[in-house]
């Protein structure tokens, strides 16, 4: 593929390039695909709408590319190898043909279900080859999915199902984590009781656990694919329409549909893995991610595949059977390029590194982190005990809006620094914004990150709500993206990502909305008001700490805080609980009324000297009671 840095001259000179003739860079790269009709024009664009539009008036599958276009060149070779959750069962190899064969069945089945461009349908299941082929299969035919991570609860995906009005929902009677089964038909079947819209449910035996069937709507994978053919012409797809809805967390309680399509998303992706990674052919490249976030779908999934490379997909988790899974897979597979967050990397360096020395990791040549900042001591270790001092780390700052890497180095090529997610990827035009809306200029500066100019993967919108698009990302600092983020950028020109800088906490790794647990909170018949913050955690990078005021004092601390985390868990998922639930008699709380999370969050962080003036609270006295209390 053209544009790969293989230099750091190299990468410049492609940055200069991509900045100065955007088109010119971009169409080159665009042209390394396959297309049914080529664009009338590059780029479309106006951020005040806002409105991006990217290889306009082109026609494609994005599938063709993953699959299709692979098959004379490489159909023998591994697209996926699956590693299931115990290690005692046999892993999976999928070749290129034989993807697409299973992609061409399934893509069959659901038309026979009644499947068709544009319908949604919605993806529930454990991290085994079947959820890829879903993914991939919907695409094929032009239906728009949404995957909802398997860890959701049946509230959390009763509210996404609805959100996009999903046709079917695809899913497994159970799945397995670790030493875990979770009872997903179970909690599907509870979902579907609210929602209309579903016709059919597909499910795919995995556990072998007893499920509810129900006549008419159920019907079992097996099944249903029985007697199709693996031949399905793949649905033209224009470049701008949609290719997947995946939902994240934001300020309000309401999760965010984010929309993505299919043309620019499917170049950005693939030149994105190739050159951050700098894969080669014949590299085993794994990423621990779940294909239930953004990491899994543009990095599993569609980057990788459209890239032509081998791409691995654990079932499991990394602390099961031991601390050292991740270590015995690397070893197993022979992986080159291995891709996971800093939670993880935090967890598995506190163990005993006879865990980590007792395998053989030479085949590592790149190693990747993403998903929140990653501290300096984290780095080394990866960068040490893993890397063995020779593997680069890219650090990948991204979003689920960004559809692909922002800033990050490019493998071997970029200088790294410790929890420096480095330099901007070639066509992205980053902006340190000041608290009064104005650009800093030059080096040696902090402020809020935007990005001034569109880039191919880009979100569109948020599904069902433009206006809510517009004001959450591109109301801030007119005319500009604005991440939500905040960073420093060195006297080297290098960004550092220091976290968000809006109600979204990260929690070892997965975004999480204040709101939304805290909404969740307010529904236990005792609780009046809850206020919901961050603090720094050890190994999850961030935990939530709850303040929570009751209409009448808990007659067992204990027993209420139980039911709080069942409630959390239930309505959003067990990802939510809180680490810390403290009784408050009140909320520190403005004249107008609005809480001042700014206090809570320096309590929360035991930053307790400097809590600035207090005086200007409704009830200032509050702050003296909250710094008294406990919480557990
Ligand atoms: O705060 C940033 C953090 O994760 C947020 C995006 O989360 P999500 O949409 O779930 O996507 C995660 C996977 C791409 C960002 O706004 N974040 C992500 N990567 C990094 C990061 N913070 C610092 N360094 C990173 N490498």
Known sequence: MKNISRSFEDYLKSYRRS?????????????????RKKWDRVLDWDFMKPEVKWFVGGKLNITENCLDRHLETRGDQNAIIWEPNDPGEEPAYITYRELHSKVCQFANTLKEQGIKKGDRVCIYMPMVPE?????????????????????????????????????????????????????????????????PSIEKCIVLKRTGQQIEFVEGRDLWWDEAIEGKIDICEPEIMDSEDMLFILYTSGSTGKPKGMVHTCGGYMVYTAYTFLNAFQYK??????????VGWITGHSYIIYGPLAAGATSMMFEGVPSWP???????????????????????????????????????????RVLGTVGEPINEEAWHWYHDMIGKGRCPIVDTYWQTETGGFMISPIAGITPTKPAF???????????????????????????????????????????????????TYFSGFPNKYFTGDGCRRDEEGYYRITGRVDDVIIVAGHNLGTAEIENAIDEHENVCETAVVGYPHDIKGNAVHAFVNCFHPPKDEDDLRQEILTLVSRIVGPIAKPERIQFVSGLPKTR?????????????????????????????????EILGGNAL
């Not at 695809?170 to 397995?176: M, V």
């Not at 052919?281 to 779940?290: K, L, N, V």
Request: include cysteine; charge should be negative.
């Open 131 to 195: 959820l890829t082929v879903s993914v991939l299969a919907c695409a094929r035919i032009g239906a728009i999915h949404s995957v909802v991570f398997a860890g959701f609860s049946s509230r959390s995906l009763m509210e996404r199902i609805n959100d996009a009005s999903c046709k079917m929902i695809i899913t497994a009677d159970g799945g397995y984590r670790g030493d875990k089964i979770t009872g997903l038909k179970d909690i599907v079947d509870e979902a579907l009781v609210d929602c």
């Open 281 to 290: 052919e014949g590299d085993i490249y794994w990423c621990t991610a779940d």
């Open 592 to 624: 107008s009324g609005k809480i001042m999370r700014r206090i809570l969050r320096k309590i929360a962080e035991g930053n307790t000297g400097d809590l600035g003036d207090t005086s200007t609270l409704l009830n200032p006295e509050i702050v003296d």
């Open 421 to 471: 997610a480095t330099l901007p990827m070639p066509g992205i035009v980053p902006a340190v914004m000041n608290e009064d809306g104005k650009e800093e200029i030059g080096n040696g500066v902090e402020g809020r990150l935007c990005i001034k100019f569109p880039w191919p993967s880009m979100a569109r919108t948020i599904y069902g709500d433009h206006q809510r698009f517009h004001d």
């Open 19 to 35: 900045i100065e003739q955007p088109e010119a860079f971009w169409e080159e790269l665009g042209a390394e695909f396959r297309w």
């Open 322 to 364: 031991g601390m050292d899974r991740f270590w015995e897979v690397v070893d197993k597979h022979r992986v080159n390029i291995f891709y996971t967050a800093p939670t993880a990397i935090r967890a598995l360096e506190k163990c005993d590194p006879a865990l980590v020395e007792r395998h053989d990791l030479s085949s590592l």
